[in-house]
């Protein structure tokens, strides 16, 4: 009867260790539970992941220990083993396994007995997800074990330890809760590479309206939208309040403006202008050994400020810790009633350019409204 028995719970959904060689340890910053029974001081113990997402690793970490003062003995089937798996989805279904051509065949079992002596322990580890077919949902994951009694005791009976209704939860793949975060700006110059384009940005500044700007704000890291259609809609999906319209002349780059500024009457870049300019985009001082300034010409957003109020270079915060500029690009312009916008845009190499062309960051200075204008400058030649 304890070998009918042993063999009854073996007929399962049953896994052996070696059937396992694949499964990997828990990953890093993954939350588990863990689940223990104890008989007659013998410890059943698993940890399964609380929440995994689809197409993870979804480890099973099982061990057996003998804290009793007697040997404890188990009937294994191989290629099968000793443990009584099953998992069940909230509506009691059992998933389907992943390779049902590798469901053994009774014929084929071996019978072996093994042996735990005190204070040894005997350890498991299965990929749940390498096993069964598992859809995003919530599951109860259950084991059990038959042991044999002991020899010295006739009178005893088979023991059946269980853990019962382990809980497990698959989430969609990368849902937004459990995908890191980064600052905006970075996202998009990491994304722009991956596709192949470039942003401007338009917004108001924490000083004029009390809060963090929407581009300034963090989201996810997923990059798995990389087509344009994909990134314009994650882009209006995320940046509330914005509008983000690809550049007329050249679709690769991408405006986002915030609208408050967009729909102001004189917006400095809403305005057109005629503009003849030839030097540095930017009139930094950059002076040779001798004292010579290198940089020529007022720079370009200089220019256009003589003839567009509110309008000019530099960081918005006037404290030094975004004070960044390209003193290095040299341009000509000369356009005819064209937008600030566009002159901006247009004048900018791209080859060889980072990724966010330039920002225009809304502030005050003296009580009065201004528009500060930065370019990124070419890429890093690390």
Same mark, same amino acid.
């Given at each position: 009867?304890?070998?009918?028995?042993?063999i %009854?719970?073996?007929?399962?959904?049953?896994?052996?260790?070696?059937?396992v060689?694949?499964?990997?340890?828990?990953?890093?910053?993954?939350?588990?539970?863990?689940?223990?029974?104890?008989?007659?001081?013998?410890?059943?113990?698993?940890?399964?992941?609380?929440?995994?997402?689809?197409?993870? &690793?979804?480890?099973?970490?099982? %061990?057996?220990?003998?804290?009793?003062s007697?040997?404890?003995t188990?009937?294994?089937?191989?290629?099968?083993?000793?443990?009584?798996?099953?998992?069940?989805?909230?509506?009691?279904?059992?998933?389907?396994?992943?390779?049902?051509?590798?469901?053994?065949?009774?014929?084929?079992?071996?019978?072996?007995?093994?042996? &735990?002596?005190?204070?040894?322990?005997?350890?498991?580890?299965?990929?749940?997800?390498?096993?069964?077919?598992?859809?995003?949902g919530?599951?109860?994951?259950?084991?059990?074990?038959?042991?044999?009694?002991?020899?010295?005791?006739?009178?005893?009976?088979?023991v059946?330890?269980?853990?019962?209704?382990?809980?497990?939860?698959?989430?969609?793949?990368?849902? %937004?809760?459990?995908?890191?975060?980064?600052?905006?700006?970075?996202?998009?110059?990491?994304?722009?590479?991956?596709?192949?384009?470039?942003?401007?940005?338009? @917004?108001?500044?924490?000083?004029?309206?009390?809060?963090l700007?929407?581009?300034?704000?963090?989201?996810?890291?997923?990059l798995?939208?990389?087509?344009a259609?994909?990134l314009?809609?994650?882009?209006?999906?995320?940046?509330?309040?914005?509008?983000?319209?690809?550049?007329?002349?050249?679709?690769?780059?991408?405006?986002?403006?915030?609208?408050a500024?967009?729909h102001?009457?004189?917006?400095?870049?809403?305005?057109?202008?005629?503009?003849?300019?030839?030097?540095?985009l930017?009139?930094?001082?950059?002076?040779?050994?001798?004292?010579?300034?290198?940089?020529?010409?007022?720079?370009?957003?200089?220019?256009?400020?003589?003839?567009?109020?509110?309008?000019?270079?530099?960081?918005?915060?006037?404290?030094?810790r975004?004070?960044?500029?390209?003193c290095?690009?040299?341009?000509?312009?000369?356009?005819?009633?064209?937008?600030?916008?566009?002159?901006l845009?247009?004048?900018?190499?791209?080859?060889? @350019?980072?990724?966010?062309?330039?920002?225009?960051?809304?502030?005050?200075?003296?009580?009065?409204?201004?528009?500060?204008?930065?370019?990124?400058?070419?890429?890093?030649?690390?």
């Amino acid at each position: 009867m304890q070998i009918q028995r042993v063999i %009854e719970l073996c007929v399962g959904l049953a896994f052996a260790a070696a059937d396992v060689a694949h499964s990997a340890d828990l990953p890093k910053n993954v939350k588990t539970k863990s689940y223990t029974q104890n008989q007659n001081d013998v410890y059943l113990h698993a940890n399964l992941p609380l929440r995994c997402r689809k197409g993870d &690793l979804i480890p099973l970490e099982i %061990e057996l220990k003998n804290s009793s003062s007697h040997d404890i003995t188990w009937i294994e089937t191989e290629p099968h083993s000793e443990l009584d798996l099953s998992i069940r989805d909230a509506s009691g279904k059992i998933p389907e396994l992943k390779d049902k051509k590798k469901e053994p065949t009774p014929a084929r079992f071996r019978l072996v007995v093994k042996t &735990l002596h005190p204070r040894e322990t005997s350890s498991w580890k299965i990929d749940l997800a390498e096993k069964f077919v598992l859809p995003p949902g919530v599951y109860r994951v259950s084991l059990s074990l038959g042991l044999n009694p002991p020899e010295t005791k006739t009178e005893a009976k088979p023991v059946t330890m269980q853990l019962l209704d382990m809980e497990l939860n698959i989430l969609a793949m990368q849902t %937004e809760t459990e995908r890191a975060v980064m600052p905006y700006e970075q996202f998009l110059f990491d994304v722009g590479g991956k596709v192949g384009c470039h942003f401007t940005l338009e @917004y108001q500044d924490y000083s004029l309206i009390g809060s963090l700007p929407g581009i300034r704000s963090e989201t996810t890291n997923d990059l798995s939208e990389i087509s344009a259609t994909g990134l314009l809609s994650k882009l209006r999906r995320d940046l509330k309040g914005f509008t983000i319209i690809p550049d007329a002349k050249n679709p690769a780059i991408i405006h986002i403006i915030e609208q408050a500024l967009e729909h102001q009457e004189n917006y400095p870049l809403n305005r057109s202008v005629t503009l003849a300019y030839s030097g540095n985009l930017v009139g930094c001082v950059v002076k040779d050994e001798k004292g010579k300034n290198l940089v020529k010409g007022d720079g370009l957003v200089t220019m256009i400020a003589k003839n567009v109020e509110g309008i000019a270079s530099g960081s918005a915060s006037h404290d030094g810790r975004e004070a960044f500029d390209d003193c290095v690009t040299e341009v000509k312009v000369n356009t005819t009633n064209e937008t600030v916008r566009s002159i901006l845009t247009d004048c900018v190499p791209l080859a060889n @350019y980072k990724t966010i062309l330039w920002r225009a960051v809304a502030s005050k200075e003296g009580g009065k409204s201004k528009v500060f204008v930065q370019f990124y400058g070419p890429k890093d030649t690390k």
